[in-house]
């Protein structure tokens, strides 16, 4: 493999990273976005929380836009013509579904121990007795939170189980690169 492919493999693995960020990001601000929408009166501070994360959406979208279809230009930016042959053993397929892979692990370890702390919370330091358990949920508003969370660790595990096929994705779009730059 030459250095400025694996420059490529990297810049567009990183560029995924950002995708899984800015769906993410989707997530939360739907989220708050209904709550605020069911809250007769929102505070400053959720709004501002909303459009901080709409802001972090659109500059994840942009990131992982250049990382993915610019990645030929960066990394002849970064090569600099010393592009010397490296011997990885590893095809460029492969190596983009192990980052895949890594990416959403990444996830599911993130997600996990946060759901068990809810978990944790609801079941120990519950203030409300047996018959109004349910309205722990209420009161601390943390039915948001914990729908994000399941669906972190959802994106997680289809992150993972369909490697292949945003790894082939990745090659094609890298393949086509290489050919509008001939």
């Known amino acids: 493999m030459e250095q400025k492919q694996i420059i490529k493999i990297v810049s567009k693995s990183i560029g995924l990273l950002c995708l899984v960020y800015a769906f993410l990001d989707i997530k939360q601000i739907l989220i708050y976005g209904i709550y605020i929408d069911f809250t007769e009166r929102p505070d400053g501070q959720s709004l501002s929380y909303v459009g901080q994360i709409t802001l972090g959406f659109a500059l994840d979208i942009a990131l992982a836009s250049i990382l993915i279809y610019k990645s030929e230009l960066i990394s002849t930016i970064l090569s600099k013509g010393y592009n010397e042959r490296l011997e ?95």
Do not use: C, H
């Not at 990416?103 to 109004?132: C, H, T, W």
């Not at 009161?139 to 189980?161: C, D, F, H, W």
């Open 88 to 182: 990885l053993g590893v095809s460029k397929y492969d190596l983009i579904q192990l980052v895949i892979i890594f990416i959403g692990v990444m996830a599911i370890v993130d997600a996990i121990p946060e759901i068990l702390k809810s978990i944790a919370q609801y079941l120990y330091f519950n203030e409300f007795g047996r018959e109004e358990m349910g309205r722990y949920w209420e009161a601390s508003n943390r039915k948001p939170e914990v729908i994000y969370l399941i669906l972190k660790l959802l994106t997680g595990v289809i992150t993972v189980s369909n490697s292949g096929p945003i790894a082939a994705w990745i090659v094609k779009i890298d393949d086509k690169d290489v050919d509008t730059s001939k």
